[in-house]
């Protein structure tokens, strides 16, 4: 399935990269996380979150064509 | 309720003025402002990046958590991104209550909510070059 | 440090605007603001009295303790007597803090120690006739 | 001794008086209140307080002579 992938903040500085259409075989939000996490090892030490189509999404969640992904570090707004 | 995440200056007293506090009772207020210093060293400012289209919507449902949790009578936000130099507000809230502690205590906990699930983040940006995210 | 017990509306911009928060970090604002009802019944206003001497003196040594105790930066306060109709302001306070918690905690403990210490008393006066003191 | 006796809000209402100089016989801030509270028995029930000399007072406190005394119901600002 297509999905957008988006880095922000820390994260986007270290993968080099802001937006990207990927092309994801696996199903749940485990299989991306351990995709972008062997590309980026430094981002689980990080506190790496997920959200998919602007919501938090749990590792177990499914993961549909067409999903915008964002990933990023713990949000230190204020 | 008026929230709202924007790179313009916060005009507080505007902001401030468009509360419904008609009712009367206690009305508080938070203004975050970016510090002159961070960790010893003199701060240029603070670069706020932000995921927009996620941020407004959980803005909005933390507005609509603590107006309900603490009968608030009304809720006003702003919170700026990009840059924001020191002795600027960086998030100011406002809220109304018929009595001081619902206003206090949903205020804070407003604040809390942000810092804790809106996605914004912040970059100190050091007046003698180098930056920091936080 | 600026506190005072006045007759005159309170002007929150120009108060908050003499507050000391240069070095950044949090103001947290409170505005005890007449209401229209009490108890069911139409409000014409408050009516304040004061024991003026007193009043100061105990209004400053609040200040003082919250200042100390929470180690803020400014406290401005001030507190309204004489007549204040519904919607106006009776009592003002912001302060400013290095940290958010101090900024809420000092403000709340102060308006505690106001209403607890110092001497001002007030008087529901009824739209309908009648006053009620409190 | 003289006292400067002044009485505020709800207790000047009662009392009808707002300052009164006594000629005072007694020595302590309780032997005041006895003799206030007699005058004005509602006082004691409504929790009246004593301020002397713009602070507040126990009732072992000594009274001394051109002493001002206030006397008030609890405090209700804000």
């Known amino acids: 399935m297509k999905l957008r992938v988006r880095y922000f903040a820390m994260f986007r500085d270290i993968a080099g990269v802001d937006t990207l259409e990927m092309d994801f075989t696996g199903r749940k939000v485990l299989d991306l996380r351990k995709i972008i996490s062997s590309a980026n090892p430094e981002f689980e030490r990080r506190g790496m979150l997920i959200a998919v189509n602007e919501r938090y999404a749990e590792d177990s969640m499914d993961l549909h064509e067409g999903d915008t992904v964002a990933v990023f570090p713990p949000v230190s707004g204020g | ?134």
Not at chain 2, 31 to 46: F, M, N, P, Q, T
Not at chain 2, 68 to 87: E, K, N, T, Y
Not at chain 2, 102 to 109: D, I, R, T
């Open chain 2, 1 to 134: 309720m008026n929230l709202k995440v924007a790179e313009e200056p916060i005009d507080t007293g505007r902001a401030l003025a468009s509360l419904k506090a008609d009712t009367g009772g206690a009305v508080v207020t938070f203004s975050g402002i970016v510090r002159a210093h961070e960790g010893g060293r003199i701060l240029k400012g603070l670069q706020y990046d932000c995921y927009m289209d996620m941020a407004k919507k959980l803005f909005q449902e933390a507005g609509e958590y603590v107006v309900h949790r603490f009968s608030l009578l009304d809720l006003v936000a702003i919170h700026r991104i990009g840059f924001v130099a020191p002795g600027e507000t960086s998030l100011f809230v406002a809220v109304s209550a018929l009595h001081r502690s619902e206003a206090f205590n949903g205020c804070s906990e407003f604040v809390e909510q942000i810092k804790k699930k809106v996605p914004i983040w912040k970059k100190d940006i050091f007046a003698e070059g180098g930056e920091s995210w936080h």
